[in-house]
C-alpha cells in the first residue's frame, strides 16, 4: 500500500487556488496550437473543456458514443445548479456552501478542492447567463433561487425542471462554435476502447466507430476523460441506457488508480419499479421535496386510496425525525429512511415498495397554477409514465441508484495517477465525498471543464516533454489491434444468452448486495456471485451480426463486459470499509436510530484501487485531514 | 396485449431497405414502446437474428436520440410525446403498427431506424450561440430580463433537437428547429449583439444541407414532443426580415 498525495497546495484554504494558478506554468499563446488535446465525452464536463481549451488556442478533438454531442447524459439533470451567489440575502456565502458541502459527503472529500468548487461556483452562473441560458427570473428581471436538500439557504439556480438541458446546450453551443471556427475537431458515435500510453503518458485513444465498426486511433498530448458515472452497474438506474463505465474501467486495467468505487447515490424521489420490462428508472427532481411532503401510513399494511388515510394516520417520517431539515435531508438519508419504511412493512402503491410524495397541501397554499409553474415538465413525466394524475393523487416515489461519487483518483490538478490523464466531471472522484448534494453535479462538471482543467492542463504541457509521434503511432497500432480482439473474442463465443439478460441479473445481484444497505456476509455472497455471472457471460454470450457494420448488440455486450469487473472491486471497496458513511452503509454500523456511524480513526481516507491483473487488485489510500470543517456526526435533526 | 410489428429494416446506407413482420407477445400496458422493441430484441437475439436497431439513450424525453415514425406519426400517436415516454397503454390488443425511420434527405438512414441527424449539428455551429469566451462573463444579475422574454427564450430553449419536425413535414423542413434557436437567442439581450449574423448564417445552412422550405402547414407543431410553437417560425421570418432591412449581416 501506498499512501497517495493529492498536491494540494500549501497556504490557506481560501488563498490556495489563487497561489496555485500564479505559480503554475503558463503555455505561451503561440505555443498552445502546438499541442493536441483529446477530450471524450461531450456532457458539461467535456463540452465545457473543449470549448474552453479551444478558445484558449489549442488543437482539440472530441468523441461522443451519440449521434449529437447534445445528447450527453447531463442532458437529463433536472433540478438546479448551485452557487454562493447569496442573491437571496438569506446567509449563504463561499464558506457556508464549501462546509454544507464537506458535511453533506460525510467528511469523505478533500477539503481543498471542495473551497475550490465553491469558490468557481459564482463565476458559472456568469458565463451560463452570458451564454443564454434561460435561468428562471424574477418579475424584476434578475436571477431566481430555489432550496435543494442539505442546505438551510435558497442557493440552486434551475430552468424549471430541465436545468441540466439548458446548461448542456449551453455549453454545446459554446463547442459548437469552436467547430464552426475549426478549433475543434467533433466525432460522434465513437466508443473509446483504450489508451495509448507511451513512456508512461497518455498519449491517444482507440475508438470504435460505432457505424462501421472500425477500429480507429487518435494521438495527442494529453487525454481528458468527460465519461460519467457507472450507476448502470446496478442495470436499472436513472442513467441513460448507453451510459457505461468502460472508458474509466479501461483506463484503470491500464494503471490508472480507481477510488471509493463502493460510493454510489441511491437517490430518493424516482418513480418505483412496474414490472419486469422495465429497462430504466425516472427520477423526479429533488426540488420537487421544496413543496412535496413525503408520508406513509401509520398503519402497516394499510391498504386505503391516499384520499382515505386521514391526516392523523399519516406518518410524515422526514418531518418526524427530522424537524430542522424536514423533507430536505440530504438524499442518502431520504433514501435509507424510505427503505426502511417498506421494511417495516408500511410501503405503499401496487407493489407495497413506495412512499408518498405528497403535494396537496402546496397546492392548497399556492395554488396549481403555481405548482404548474414550477414542476410542470415533471407532473407530465410522472403521469406519461404512470398513468396517474400527481395534482389529483400523491406521487409514488421509491430510491434508485443516481449518480456515482466514486471514480478514477485524481490529484488536486484533476489528473489521475497516470500522467497526461485527466479525469472531469462524474467520472473522476473528487468533490463529494460519499454522498453529493442536489445541484452540485451540474456545479463540478462545469467547474472541472470551465475553469480549473485549462490552467491545470497548461501547466501539465508546459513541464513536460513529449516523444515523437512516430513512435505513438506504433504503441496506437498495437493497441488497436488488442480491441479488434477483444470484439472478435466476443463475438466468438456464440452462446445462447442476450446480453441484456446477463446485464439485468448482474443488477439484481447488486442492487441485493451493494446497493442501498450492505453487510459483510451480503458483501461476500457478492463477491461469489459476480464472478460466476462473468464466466457465464464468457462461455454463454450470444451476439449476432458482425463487427464491421452497426451492431448494438457487440456495443451492449463491451460494456456489460467491463460492468462485470467494475462490480467486483465495488463490493469489495464496500467490504474493506468497515464503516457507514454517506451513500455508503453497512448495516454493522449503525446507532439505534438507524443513524450511519462512521469510523474516522480507522477510515478517514480515500481508498485508491490499484488494478494488477487479472481478479487482482490492491488498496492504496489518500489521507484526509479536515482544517477547516471539524470532523463531527452529520445530524440534520 | 399482442401486437403485429410492421418494421423497416435496412443493413446499411447503401441497402434498399424492406418492411418485416414481427409479434410482440404478452406486452405489459405499463411498458414503453422501446420497452416493448427490447422484448421483441431480445426474442429475436435469442433466436440468432439481429435486434431492430433504433436511437435512444436517456428514455426520459429530454435527450432526443429517439427517432422514429410510428404509424405515420413521428414519435407514435400521443401529442407532446417522445417515442421513449409513449407507453403500451394508448394501444389495444391485436393492434397493427407500422415503424419506419425518420424520411428526410438531409437525415440518412444508417441501419434500420437510426438516421445521420449531424445536419442539426452543423446548423448549429453556424450561429446558434452568443459568442462569449469562457471567463469573460459580467456578474449574472447586471443584465435584468425581463420575465415575458426570459420565459420565451425558455420555451424556445426547450427544443430537444430529435428532428420529428423534419420528418413530419412535407417539405423536410428544418425550420421549426432552426427558429427555436433563433428565436430563444434573439429575445435574450445577449443574444441580440449577434441577432443579424445568426439568423442568416443558420437559414443558409439550412438550405444548403438539404432541408425544405417552410410552408406554413403546421405539421412540425403538431409532431413536435415538447410543445415548441409555430410562432417562433414567424418570429424566425420577422428576423430575417429585420436583418435583410438593417442590410449589416450580408
Redesign the interface.
Known sequence: MTMLDGRVPEGAIEDKWDNHKFKMKLVNPANKRKYKVLVVGTGLAGSSAAASLAELGYQVQIFCIQDSPRRAHSIAAQGGINAAKNYPNDGDSIYRLFYDTVKGGDFRAREANVYRLAQISNHIIDQCVAQGVPFAREYGGLLDNRSFGGAQVSRTFYAAGQTGQQLLLGAYSALMRQVHLGKVQMFSRREMMDLVLVDGQARGIICRNLVTGEMESYTGEAVLLCTGGYGNVFYLSTNAMASNVSAAWRVHKSGAFFANPCYTQIHPTCIPVSGDHQSKLTLMSESLRNDGRVWVPKQEGDRRTPKDIPESERDYYLERIYPSFGNLVPRDVASRQAKFRVDEKRGVGPTKVSVYLDFSEAIGRLGKTTIKEKYGNLFEMYEKITGEDPYETPMRIYPATHYTMGGLWVDYNLMSTTPGLFVLGEANFSDHGANRLGASALMQGLADGYFIIPYTLGNYLANHSFSKVDGVHGTAKEMKNCAEERVKRVLNIKGSRPTDEIHRELGKIMWEYVGMSRNESGLKKALEEIPKLRNEFWSDVRIPGTQNELNIEIEKALRVADFLELAELMARDALERRESCGGHFREEYQTKENEAVRNDDEFCHVAAWEYKGEGQTQRHVEQLAFNEVKLATRSYK | MNLTLRVWRQ??GQDQGHFEEYLAKD??P???F???L??V??G???E????I?F???????????CSMVINGAPHGPEQ??TTC?L?M?HFQDGDRIVIEPFRAKAFPV??DL?V???A??EV??????????????????A?????GD?DL??QA??C??CGACVAACKNASASLFVAAKVS??AY?P??RVERVRRVFAMVNKMDELGFGNCSNTGACEASCPKGIRLDFIAKMSREYMRSSFCGCGR
Not at chain 2, 48 to 51: I, Q
Not at chain 2, 55 to 65: L, T
Not at chain 2, 125 to 141: E, F, H, I, K, L
Open positions: 443493413r446499411n406486452v405489459s405499463d411498458c414503453s422501446l420497452e416493448m427490447d422484448i430484441n431480445i429475436l437475439v435469442k440468432g437474428k439481429e435486434p436497431a436511437d435512444h439513450d436517456c428514455r426520459e424525453g429530454i435527450c432526443g436520440a407532446l410525446t415516454q407507453h397503454r444508417l441501419r437510426v445521420d441527424r449531424s442539426f449539428d448549429t455551429a453556424a450561429g446558434g450561440y452568443v459568442s462569449v469566451n469562457t471567463g469573460s462573463a459580467q456578474d449574472a444579475n443584465i435584468p430580463v425581463p420575465k426570459a427564450a425558455f430553449a426547450t430537444i433537437g430563444h437567442l435574450l445577449q443574444g
